[in-house]
């Protein structure tokens, strides 16, 4: 099995870990060597699926403490994705980060009007979609594929499109968790496409990507308790 596989496995070990025991917020894992027993794994192999964990959001590390429980995964989050998947379907926004970004970038500088009118219809359906009880997660794949389309270069269109299985599982569960908090949470899912939107409009390079990646950061802290 491949280096990279053994740490998916070490990743979704220990997000099983912090579930089955109920570990809380705050609460020290074992260290790498108890965690590389339990799991029957190397530390080095424990320890860059702990630094994966950490730079997800779910646990921190302090110098000379050990690894502590920084955020656990939505119960809700398990309906759509199971623990084992998690580090793939996770890690893929470490790839839109780049990715979407630099698309949002790019359209901001090339859209067409007839590129920019099909953002705009986007955000309007998304809108809809999101202010009613439709999932929703269509209505937000078209958004994103929109500003991939409209930086003029299909690969980028290409690269969204080889995602999307990890992309849907993501907005599923994230308008779900979402519609479970306070109605502000919409809100702000929403306030983020438009503050994408009026970049693109006005032809903000650097703003639009500010924009796609601040989106992107809240929403996968949206998937969090």
């Given at each position: 099995m491949s280096h990279a596989r053994l740490a998916d496995r070490?990743?979704?070990?220990?997000?099983?870990?912090?579930?089955?025991?109920?570990?809380?917020?705050?609460?020290?894992?074992?260290?790498?060597?108890?965690?590389?027993?339990?799991?029957?794994?190397?530390?080095?192999?424990?320890?860059?699926?702990?630094?994966?964990?950490?730079?997800?959001?779910?646990?921190?590390?302090?110098?000379?403490?050990?690894?502590?429980?920084?955020?656990?995964?939505?119960?809700?989050?398990?309906?759509?994705?199971?623990?084992?998947?998690?580090?793939?379907?996770?890690?893929?926004?470490?790839?839109?980060?780049?990715?979407?970004?630099?698309?949002?970038?790019?359209?901001?500088q090339r859209r067409s009007s007839e590129a920019m009118a099909e953002i705009e219809q986007a955000l309007e359906n998304l809108r809809g979609a999101l202010l009613s009880s439709a999932p929703a997660h269509e209505e937000d794949l078209a958004f994103h594929r929109c500003v991939a389309e409209a930086t003029a270069n299909d690969a980028f269109a290409a690269a969204f499109n080889a995602l999307e299985h990890d992309i849907d599982r993501i907005m599923r569960a994230g308008v779900d968790i979402s519609r479970s908090r306070a109605p502000e949470v919409i809100e702000t899912m929403l306030r983020e496409h438009e503050m994408i939107v009026e970049a693109i409009r006005v032809q903000d390079p650097e703003g639009a990507a500010l924009a796609m990646r601040w989106h992107l950061w809240e929403g996968r802290k949206r998937l969090m308790p």
């Open positions: 070490a990743y979704a070990g220990i997000v099983e870990l912090i579930n089955s025991r109920s570990l809380q917020v705050g609460d020290r894992l074992p260290s790498e060597s108890g965690l590389a027993e339990m799991l029957g794994m190397s530390r080095t192999i424990v320890r860059e699926a702990l630094a994966r964990l950490t730079s997800d959001g779910f646990t921190e590390t302090r110098r000379g403490a050990g690894s502590y429980v920084k955020s656990r995964p939505s119960d809700r989050l398990a309906a759509f994705m199971p623990w084992a998947e998690m580090p793939t379907t996770m890690g893929s926004y470490e790839v839109r980060l780049v990715l979407e970004a630099e698309a949002a970038r790019l359209a901001a």
